[in-house]
């Protein structure tokens, strides 16, 4: 193994590049471009959720990092992952939770088309607390990011994905685990090889991070219920406000705060706030839609339709 946590040492970039790659070529080879028409038939919806996901969380993030005073370096961490967009993995969870899908790839789409600018504002923005006074945000970098390793492998999925529709879910799949091992090579890598520890932060810092996690789903749910979204919509606008795109955060490390090294403080928080939100995203969506199904299968013994 040691042969391995040497070898991502010194190719850290290239894990965390093919993870997203690999991802939105998937989200791409099964998607058409009337999802991404659908956009434009929900204006107000779709708006509200790109101010909720870019102006109204990452300013939480901000106020909730002050107020609990969380490590500066994990508190940079925060405001990226709230900077970010929502990815696949909210079709997925939208999908087996049996939320509104069609909502959830058109808000996902509409998401990424708008993070190319949005992303960089946001951290900009959001940032100038959490990051030290010298920190210069390199926009043409990010931007460059976002293009090649997230819109490009998306437009190039969809453009196989439409001449060749017979092997739109090979590809997709083949795409999604080769997304997930790159993933895991991140996780071993980066936990194995000991450049971030679990508990390198202690107990708080990790509850602290799930509070918010589980916070922003509940909060943006109750929000759509209020505003009188059914209970399908609301769990659909909730995951795509609260979980979002950690790969292409992953990604965007090296570009914001250089290579990781045992010296680069900023980095190695940014790294662990990204590896533990995803994963406490992954597992709140998961109880969610535990949740839901647990509720559908008594309602529909109840003669109930609807969830």
């Known amino acids: 193994m040691q042969a391995f946590y040497d070898f991502y ?5 290239w894990f965390y590049s093919s993870q997203l790659l690999l991802a939105m070529f998937g989200m ?7 999802q991404f028409r659908d956009v434009f038939r929900r204006p107000g919806v779709i708006a509200m959720v790109l101010a909720l996901q870019f102006l109204v969380l990452p300013g939480l993030a901000v106020a909730f990092s002050w107020s609990t005073r969380l490590e500066p370096t994990v508190a940079a961490g925060l405001v990226l992952m709230m900077s970010l967009p929502s990815g696949a993995l909210t079709n997925v969870v939208t999908f087996i939770g049996r939320g509104n899908v069609p909502l959830s ?14 992303t960089p504002m946001v951290i900009e923005i959001f940032g100038a607390r959490e990051f030290p006074d010298d920190f210069q945000m390199p926009i043409w970098e990010t931007i460059q990011s976002i293009l090649l390793l997230l819109l490009l492998p998306l437009v190039a999925g969809m453009t196989i994905g439409h001449y060749w529709p017979s092997a739109r879910q090979v590809l997709g799949k083949v795409a999604l685990w080769g ?105 709140v969506g998961l109880i969610t839609v535990t949740r839901r199904h647990v509720r559908f299968t008594m309602q529909r013994r109840a003669g109930l339709d609807q969830i």
Do not use: D
């Not at 790839?105 to 949005?118: E, K, R, V």
């Open 179 to 283: 997304s997930i091992i790159a993933l895991a090579g991140v996780w071993v890598g980066a936990l194995g090889g000991g450049q971030i520890e679990v508990l390198q932060y202690g107990f708080r810092t990790p509850a602290i991070l799930a509070i918010w996690v589980l916070g922003t789903f509940y909060l943006t749910f109750a929000l759509m219920s209020v505003l009188r979204f059914n209970k399908a919509n609301a769990f659909t606008l909730a995951i795509e406000c609260s979980m979002r795109n950690g790969n292409l955060g992953l990604a965007l490390l090296i570009p914001l705060f250089g290579e990781l090294t045992p010296e680069n403080t900023l980095h190695q928080g940014a790294l662990y706030t990204c590896l533990f939100s995803g994963g406490a995203m992954l597992v």
């Open 105 to 118: 790839i058109t808000s996902t789409c509409a998401s990424t088309a708008i993070c190319l600018f949005a």
């Open 9 to 13: 040492r010194e190719y850290a970039q």
């Open 28 to 34: 791409g080879a099964t998607s058409t471009v009337q």
